[in-house]
């Protein structure tokens, strides 16, 4: 299909959906309360492309007195909440970068056939009655829509919201419980699903399933607003004082810019603490770009696009993945300030740094660069090195579920001995 036939329509829809055009003000989702009682159990998924220099990644030491070299140096001041896991293998036959993006979340063998849910859709659709969205699956120049690392029930991919300001906008409605001004926004919702089902029919597969996503994000606050579920409010100071904007339209705006990947970052990562700290969604994927990508963050003190580096395999890849790390950090950071509980948002909440390679220059899927941290409510030992013996990578599936609270043994396809990771839990 010619990328450019449909652009206007294209436009039209996004608009549509809250992507391009709807304002907070037309269309708040509704916030629902925490619960003062038990605190929920929350998992954040965080990739980074280009797997690592295994020597620069890995730990040297023993359990607990271990000393992290470059790529993942960041991470000392974060070290007491983090277990940092070598020796971690992702089986099944599907190679290189696009085998390992399917592998990742679903624990598939790889390949585009057979590919069910990745865990990310799995929760989320596990307590999509417990929350406003099921999942929010956020990027940093994340949609490139060959290389995801979420998929639907059907293996069908998922795309990454990119744009951090239409996605505040969506989560963080002012108004929500005024019903007056629901039924009037209900009117909207009605409108624009009825435009989109007609520019449907004229869309391609693939344009197709980005749009069944979208969708289901208006059916959920239709849902809501008809029942009047107005919820808690929910604190939005602070949020962009850097002030930055999207003027222009979904092919040329800038937080497709690589320059503004620092920033784009910064504000996604903030929207996901707050719309967990806020019970909006229970599950979040935190997308840095996508294999293979030409990015450049010139801040990380390289000047070399991050796949150039990582076959170059020298300092400037030490530089750009610890610049990864360091945002990982901050995350940590961030949701370590959020009381909740008798404890902390960080302690309620598993969050698991992934790849899709091994060695970068290698294009392996062994010794992966797997860091885990925080969720100490649930049982999860942290401040330690953990090694293994090619450990099957559905394992940390399993457990990561069974944080959550999930009953499941066994994740994907690709491990024949079912079960949590050993020694994970205390």
Known sequence: MNQDALSPDRRRFLKLLGIGGLSAAALPLVRPALA????????????????CNPNSWHPTGTETNFQLPTMTQPLERVKQHCVFLQGIEMYGSGGTHEGGMRKVLTGGSGHSHGLGASLDVYLGNYF???????????????NEWSKPITYGADGSPIPTEDNPLAVFETLFGSDAGNQSQNTRRLSV?????????????RLGTIEREKLDYHLESLRT????????????????????????MVTSDAYGNEYMNHAN???????????????????????????????????????????KPCHQASHDFDSHFDLIKAWFVDRF????????????????????????????????????????????????????QTGRYLTYDNAAHNKILVSIAQFMGVPINQFGNTDDTPGELPGLMG
């Not at 029942?227 to 409010?233: F, Q, R, V």
């Not at 941290?373 to 049982?379: F, N, Y």
């Open 221 to 244: 606050l239709e849902r809501r607003l008809s029942t009047g579920d107005s919820g808690a409010t929910c604190d939005t100071s602070g949020f962009n004082q850097q002030g930055f």
């Open 261 to 303: 990947a620092p920033i784009v970052g910064a504000l996604q990562t903030d929207i996901a603490v707050r719309a967990l700290a806020c019970n909006l969604t229970r599950v979040v994927t935190l997308k840095w770009a996508y294999p293979v990508t030409p990015l450049a963050v010139p801040e990380s003190g390289s000047s």
């Open 36 to 51: 003062d009682a038990t605190s929920p159990r929350r998992a954040i998924f965080v990739y980074i492309p280009n797997g």
């Open 128 to 142: 999509r009655n417990q929350s406003q969205r099921p999942f929010l699956n956020l990027g940093v120049i994340g």
């Open 329 to 380: 950090a901050i995350l940590i950071e961030q949701l370590a300030t959020y009381p909740d509980g008798n404890g902390t948002l960080l302690d309620n909440t598993v969050l698991f740094l992934c790849s899709e390679l091994g060695h970068s220059s290698w294009h392996n899927h062994v010794n992966m660069p797997f860091v885990l941290a925080g969720g100490r409510a649930g049982g999860i």
């Open 189 to 201: 919702i009605d409108n624009a699903l009825n435009e989109v089902n007609q520019l449907k029919a």
